[in-house]
C-alpha cells in the first residue's frame, strides 16, 4: 500500500530534507510544490523526479488531499550535466590557454577574450571592449589582415594564418601568429571571428639579429672576395707564368 512513508524511504539520503521541507510548506502555507529530487529504485538504479503539485484545503479550511505528477527527468538531467560539463572544460581551456584566444564581432568588436590575449596587448577586458582590432593592428598590417577577412566572409577561405604587429597603450609594437576561423550558424549567416593569437615577439627580435649578424657576415664576405679579386688580378698582371702566378696568389691568400 503507498504510504508517505514508503514514498520519503525512495528517496536518495541527500535529498530527503529538502523534500521534507517543501512538503512541510506546502502543507501549512498552501505552496505550490515545483522541484526536483532524486530516488533510489529497488535495483539501486538513481532516477531524477521532477515533482509538480498542490495541496487542497477540506471545508474546515485544514489541508486534506495532496495531488500532483511526479516525472522522471533523469535522461534531461544527465543531458544537463554533460552540457554543463561541457561549458566548464570550453570555459577553463578559453581562460587558461597559453595563446591569446578573441571572439570578435563581424564588425571588428571584441566579444570575448582570455587573459592571455589582455596581457599581450596590454589592456583589460574593459579596455578593449570598446576598441576593435582596427584599432589595435599596425597600419602596416591592416590591409592584408581587412583583405583576408573579407575573402572569409564571403566563403572564398575557411581560416587564414598571417604574422601581423599589435600596437600597445605605450606605443611598443608586438608581433602576433595570427590565425582566424568564422562560426557560422546553420543557415551559413556569419556569427563572429575566433581568434587566436601567439606571441612571437622573441622569435621575431631573435629573427631580427640573426638577419643583422647574416647582413654583416655577407658584407664582409663581399668585402672579402673584392681583395682576393683584386689579389686575383694584380697577381695575373705581373706574373710571367702560371707556377708564378700560383705561387704570388698562394702566398698573398695565406697572408689574408
Known amino acids: 500500500e503507498p504510504t508517505v512513508d514508503l514514498w520519503l524511504s525512495t528517496i536518495h539520503p541527500e535529498d530527503v530534507s529538502a523534500v521534507t521541507e517543501v512538503a512541510h510548506s506546502a502543507i501549512e502555507k498552501g505552496t505550490a510544490i515545483d522541484h526536483a529530487f532524486r530516488v533510489i529504485l529497488p535495483g539501486g538504479e538513481v532516477r531524477w523526479i521532477h515533482d509538480r503539485g498542490s495541496v487542497d484545503a477540506g471545508a474546515d479550511g485544514r489541508p486534506s488531499r495532496l495531488h500532483g505528477v511526479n516525472i522522471d527527468v533523469t535522461d534531461i538531467r544527465r543531458a544537463q550535466d554533460a552540457l554543463r560539463e561541457s561549458e566548464e572544460q570550453f570555459r577553463s581551456t578559453f581562460e587558461h590557454a597559453n595563446v591569446g584566444v578573441a571572439h570578435v564581432s563581424t564588425e571588428g568588436r ?147
Open 110 to 256: 571584441f566579444i570575448r577574450l582570455n587573459e592571455y590575449f589582455c596581457q599581450m596587448l596590454g589592456r583589460g577586458a574593459d579596455e578593449l571592449a570598446d576598441l576593435t582590432f582596427q584599432d589595435l593592428t599596425h597600419p602596416d598590417d591592416l590591409g592584408a589582415d581587412l583583405h583576408l577577412l573579407e575573402q572569409l566572409l564571403r566563403g572564398e577561405i575557411d581560416s587564414y594564418t598571417m604574422e601581423k604587429r599589435y600596437i600597445r597603450p605605450d606605443g611598443a609594437v608586438i608581433w602576433g601568429d595570427l590565425s582566424v576561423s568564422l562560426l557560422r550558424r546553420a543557415d551559413g549567416t556569419p556569427v563572429n571571428f575566433i581568434s587566436v593569437v601567439t606571441d612571437i615577439q622573441e622569435r621575431k627580435a631573435a629573427q631580427d639579429q640573426i638577419d643583422l649578424v647574416l647582413g654583416e657576415a655577407n658584407h664582409r664576405i663581399k668585402n672579402l672576395l673584392a681583395v682576393i679579386g683584386a689579389v686575383v688580378r694584380n697577381s695575373a698582371r705581373t706574373a710571367s707564368s702560371v707556377q708564378e702566378m700560383e705561387q704570388a696568389l698562394s702566398g698573398k691568400i695565406m697572408g689574408i
